[in-house]
């Protein structure tokens, strides 16, 4: 066993992991964080995509103990307080959940495309948000609800 410290939605952690743990693991069986969602677990899906270091990262394909000394945003550390982000406060005015399974990998990677490029255009989007699929609602709503995350942040709400 492995001891690692590091930050996550802004709380220190420290825990003992194996040395093939994957932070996937770590955070839904572990850490109570169920928001983080294990779909395909090869990569491919985006529905396990959280933030390390600001960056986003595929956590059914990160190792736990690269995570020592760096900090972790899951969709739990999203909103502010008890009010949503602009960028949850969107998908849900958009209609752009259904069945929720690639939903926090959408708003990890919204929430990083609005930071990168706040005024992104539908290529922009369509771009950022390659690697996530979803099943159910189709990309429109989820594009429109990006576009109007990205209005409301300009608009200060
Ligand atoms: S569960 Fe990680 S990419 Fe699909
Ligand atoms: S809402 Fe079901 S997979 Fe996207």
Redesign the pocket.
Known sequence: MVRIRFKVNGETKSLEVEPNELLINILRNRLGLIGTKYVCGIGECGSCTVMLDGEPVLSCLTLAVDIDGREIVTVEGLSTGDGLSEVQRAFIDEGA???????PGFLIMGEYLLKEKPKPTEEEIKEYLRGN?????GYVNIIRAVKKASDLKHAGR
């Open positions: 959940i259904q069945c929720g399974f690639c939903t699929l979803c099943r159910c609602t």
